[in-house]
Each structure stands twice: as C-alpha cells, then as structure tokens.
C-alpha cells in the first residue's frame, strides 16, 4: 500500500475522510478527468474490502424504503454504508433527477452514509466502468458495505450484476409480465429475491412460487437463489434478507469462488479499459488524420464496407506502435 | 454494388427475397458468426436506402398497437415494413419472450412486413451494434421503412437513437415522473413526440405542456420536436404522426443533414468494431498468455492497477503488430 504522504492530493483528502473532496473525485470520475485516473490508481491498493451489493427491480417496489431499512441495520451493526443510485431518469439529460430531492432519509448527518446518484448514460467508457470506479472510491474511503441501486428494465443492471458480489432483486406480489421472465431461470437473475410489500394480497403465493422456480437451479458457482418475503414499510423480513445476503457472501469465500470471480471481473475490466483507450485515439485520428477521413468517406460512398474498414484500422493501429 | 452471382449463397437469398435465409442470417448475425459477417459485407453495398424509424417509450403506453396502425398506413402507401423489437424482458434470459407471441397481427401472411423481436443482451459488441446490422439486412431485404420498437427506460433506447434517423417517443396523458426528464430537453429524447390514448382524460393538456417545451429548444440540426396526439386504438392521429416523421426525414434531406449525421454513424460503428475486436483478441490472449496471466494475477494482487495494466497492454498490442 503506497505510503498517505504519495498519494495525489485529492486520494489523501478521501483517505483521511473528507466528505467533500470524496464527492468531487467522484464527479471528476464521472467526467473522466486525467487527474481523476491518477488518483483511482493510486487508491486501488487500498480498495477490495469493501462488499458491493446490488438492488435492482422496476420502479415503484419500494427500493428507496427497503435501502433507507437496510441502512438503519448496517448502521446498528457499525457498519459504514455508501450507497450509489443508478439514476435511470437521466439517459437523456444528462443530469441526475433523482439528485435533486434526498429519498433516503436514513443518511442525514450520519458521517456513516455516503449517498451518491449517478446518470445512467454520458459516461466515457459506459455507466458500468464508472460505477466500478465509484465504489472503489467509496471503498477506499472506508464504506464497508456498498449498496448499488439500478432501475431493473434494460441493460444497465446486468452490467452492474457484474461490479457486485451479491445481487438482490426486488418485487412485488403481483409480477405480471416479470415472471415470463423470471421463469427462463431466477438463478441467472440474481442471488437473493426480495419479494416487498409482503402485506399486500398474494405476497405468499408469489414468494411459493418464485422459491418454486429457485428450486429449478443454481448459477454457475453452484449457488441456489433465496426467496424472502420483506414488507419495507413495516420493518419485517428485513434481517432475514440482510442474512440471505450474508449467507451468499459466506458461500463466496468458500472455494476461492470470491477470488475466482474477482480475477474475472477484473480480466474484464483491464480489457475494456483498454478498449475505451483504442476507441478515443481512433475517434480522435479520424477528425485528424487525411487517410482516416477518406477512409470514411469511402465507407460512406459504400465503396467499402464498415467491416473491412475496421480490419483495415486494426491493422494500421498494430503497425503504428 | 456487386454483382448477385459472387454474394455468399445467404446473402444472395436474401436478395432474392427467400423470408426465411434472411430469419437465418439475422439469427448469425445475432450469433456473430463469421460466415454472417461476409454476408454483411457482401451485402452493404446494397443498402443505404431504407428509412429507420425508432419508437420508445415505457411499457404500457400502447406501442404495439400504434406499430400495428403504421404497418396498415404505410402498407397502404404500397411501403415494405421491416420491425425489429428490441426486447427488454430478455435481457437476463438471453432468450426473447416476446418472441413467443405475435403482438403484431397486421403481419400475418403479408410478404410486404417482416417482423423480428431481438434480445437486449447477449450480443457480443452490444445491442445496438447487433441492431444496426439487422436493420441492414432488412434493407437489402428490400423493405423501406425499418421500425426498430424498444422500451424507454435505460441505456439501449439511447444507443439505438443512434442508428434511427427520426425518433418516435410514445407516452400517455399521465406523465408522472416523466416529466422531469422531459424538461432537461424535450429534443435532445426524440423528434417526435406522440401522445398515445389520447381519448383519455388529461391528454390535451399532456399534449400542450408537451408542445410548450417543445418550443423551448432544437436539437443540433435545428429540428423542433413535434408532438402529435394519437389514438392506436381508435386509429386517429396517425396519419398526423406519420406526416411529422415524413417531414423530419425532408428536414434531414436538406443542407446535407442527412449525409453528415450518416458520416458521423459511420465512424461511430467502424471505431466501435475495432475496439470489440480489440477486446476479443485481449481477452483470448489474457487465457492463453502466460505473461498476460501474470499481469492480471498482480492486478487481483493489487500490486498494480487496472489503469496502469491496461496502458501496459495498449502499448502491447501496439508493440506487436
């Protein structure tokens, strides 16, 4: 671990705790600022203790009030709890929505909590690379649980299953079209299912039937996903699904599961840093470089195709090193 | 364009009009199958004609039905229809669960409509990528109008704004929470606005609060967004809908909009091919590389950081050409 005094200014500001220079490394994050890298860097030997937990599931289950729950149990246990919203109002604008009202409660000036929302597009290299980076922020500036929030319709949240070690889903009894895809395989969607609002009307059927379909199978580590009916509002269930998650954690360890699959995630990652580096200098040459343009211009014409173009530019970026 | 004879037997059925070698070679496609690419690259001189119309917006809110109506306009008009729905319950399942049912009845058994629902996930290079490249198929299919159908909750209905030419969102009277997102700027989400179920209750006023903030802006062409109240149902409006998109494609075709939107598409999917090879030949090379292994196992050490091994494999794969 490289010495406090080394690292830039604005990682030994997070180290030592401060909140604001913590928010400002992450929007430089966000912005893929040069000076931000540097620090990401220098923190990653300082990253890794951290667990990151994923809550996905359509809008209006109740997510905001089953994380402002599980925020008040870490909190109990001591532990230090970062939250990160991935804002699913933003893919047009830009800004965050989400950001301009406080849905959880349970932060206020508690030095514990960390709360962040973040757009869900106009990343550099794509939400889930900064989100990753983000919660390694957070990691190193001490959180111990990092509780990921997705809006669960679309691409977004697979990706970010792939950033957190635990994932839960949630829902509500009466899933309508969601079990059409519940039933191509629970255990591909995530760990733990989180049936809220266990009050309403159907809330057991629905939790047989999803613990029915868990039955069915395991992922690939050999994991058989757990069903727990939770009503957030009341308070109830909350603990036994903070223990599911606990219990997914545990079976992480055993084996090098946990190992295994941080080496992967991390193959992943250097790869598409790498790609996202390829992109932006081959972007950049095209406005600059002559042959480039006419390159595209030809596509264009289509007097060559976007294939062959691209066979012809890889081949020109691993001549050029 | 190339002569028919020396296209690839899958390509060249496909220009033939054989419905189920072009169902094949969308399925390779969708597999990136080598013999898929030739096909594509046999074939893109012969497209470029086409108009792509995208349409979002959230689930409920009537697209089917609406895509049911444009299919009988445009059918009428003597326009082939291809439709590519992209589909947002799969994205877990790999599988398409819309697939299993026919939401579109106006396609039945009329040669002039192909219809093709796609997975949101599962496409090496990504759904929008896997998306361009149907649509291109279907163009040299010979069908003149692609509707490419996806839900406006995330990252995927951005992406593929990006391969329509004019955007089509559908929303119904009670906007709710949309509207936040909708002031940041109404024209940076779509060309058209279209105000479904518009017999509803509170529809004249979704469509002139609509129409206020479509005053307030342009997008970088200098287009205004138009919003147009419909009603799939009852069939009215959409004669009214299909002339704002006809007069945003006009708008395109002047002062070479059209040409440089196309130019800048392009550049976007060459640059984005060679960076999914790129990130294919890295990640082949991190399983069979002893020294590429080795630099992962010191980034899982955290003895270096992931920035710092991924500029060590960029100057690599560089080195090595």
């Given at each position: 671990m490289s010495p406090v005094l080394r690292l830039p200014p604005a990682a030994r500001a997070v180290v030592a705790g401060d909140r604001r220079a913590l928010a400002r490394l992450i929007s430089a994050v966000e912005d893929r600022d040069p000076a931000a890298v540097a620090s990401l860097k220098a923190l990653y030997a300082r990253t890794g203790r951290a667990r990151i937990i994923g809550i996905t599931g359509p809008l209006g289950v109740g997510k905001s009030t089953l994380i402002n729950r599980l925020i008040e149990l870490l909190r109990a246990r001591g532990l230090k709890v970062g939250v990160v919203a991935i804002d699913p109002s933003s893919p047009f604008s830009g800004g965050s929505v989400l950001g301009d009202r406080i849905r959880i409660e349970k932060a206020q000036g508690d030095d514990g909590v960390f709360l962040r929302s973040m757009a869900s597009r106009g990343h550099a290299g794509g939400v889930a690379s900064a989100t990753r980076e983000v919660c390694r922020l957070l990691?190193?500036?001490?959180?111990?649980?990092?509780?990921?929030?997705?809006?669960g319709s679309g691409q977004v949240d697979v990706e970010i299953r792939d950033i957190a070690s635990t994932s839960i889903v949630v829902l509500v009894p009466h899933l309508g079209d969601e079990v059409q895809t519940l039933k191509a395989g629970l255990f591909e969607?995530?760990?733990?299912?989180?049936?809220?609002?266990?009050?309403?009307?159907?809330?057991?059927?629905?939790?047989?039937?999803?613990?029915?379909?868990a039955a069915l199978g395991t992922d690939r580590d050999g994991w058989r996903p757990t069903v727990v009916p939770v009503s957030a509002q009341a308070g109830t269930g909350v603990e036994t699904l903070w223990a599911a998650v606990e219990a997914h954690e545990t079976f992480l360890n055993a084996d090098g599961r946990r190992d295994r699959g941080e080496?992967?995630?991390?193959?992943?990652?250097?790869?598409?840093?790498?790609?996202?580096?390829?992109?932006?200098?081959?972007?950049?040459?095209?406005?600059?470089?002559?042959?480039?343009?006419?390159?595209?211009?030809?596509?264009?014409?289509?007097?060559?195709?976007?294939?062959?173009?691209?066979?012809?530019?890889?081949?020109?970026?691993?001549?050029?090193?």
């Open positions: 990691d190193a500036f001490g959180m111990d649980i990092i509780l990921v929030e997705t809006v969607i995530a760990e733990v299912f989180c049936v809220n609002k266990s009050d309403l009307p159907g809330a057991e059927t629905a939790t047989r039937d999803l613990s029915e379909l080496r992967r995630r991390l193959a992943e990652e250097v790869v598409g840093l790498v790609r996202e580096r390829v992109g932006r200098e081959l972007t950049g040459s095209m406005d600059r470089d002559r042959d480039m343009g006419s390159l595209l211009d030809r596509v264009a014409a289509r007097a060559i195709d976007p294939h062959s173009a691209a066979d012809r530019l890889y081949r020109e970026l691993r001549r050029s090193g």
